[in-house]
Nanobody
Framework: QVQLVESGGGSVQTGGSLRLSCAASGSIFSINNMGWYRQGPGKQRELVALITSGGSTNYADSVKGRFTISRDNAKNTVYLQMSSLKPEDTAVYYC???????????????WGLGTQVTVSS
């Protein structure tokens, strides 16, 4: 089985920064895309940023220029560096990963349990 564990959430003031981490563990043969989603109060879950196994990235318009996604393939870990945070960034942040297990030919999407980010004005 595969597990994703996020860390790094917390409370900051407007303009502050946070760095989220998400480590995948378990029977992992390879990981394709990794990403971060968020769900704010009363909102649907939305894509924040995505990174492919080759390092190509994609961002939601609302975070471009402020957030940076990166990954360490050797550690099966994805990061989200968040800067110039705004109150509207307040949400539970979830990571996901498309993982091929040691005994599988297919990729499956796994999710972490989420980490809370709160930005106060």
């Amino acid at each position: 089985q595969v597990q994703l564990v996020e860390s790094g959430g917390g409370s900051v003031q407007t303009g502050g920064s946070l760095r989220l981490s998400c480590a995948a563990s378990g029977s992992i043969f390879s990981i394709n895309n990794m990403g971060w989603y968020r769900q704010g109060p009363g909102k649907q879950r939305e894509l924040v940023a995505l990174i492919t196994s080759g390092g190509s990235t994609n961002y939601a318009d609302s975070v471009k220029g402020r957030f940076t996604i990166s990954r360490d393939n050797a550690k099966n870990t994805v990061y989200l560096q968040m800067s110039s945070l705004k109150p509207e960034d307040t949400a539970v942040y979830y990571c996901n990963a498309d993982v091929r297990g040691d005994y599988s030919r297919n990729y499956y999407r796994y999710w972490g349990l989420g980490t809370q980010v709160t930005v106060s004005s």
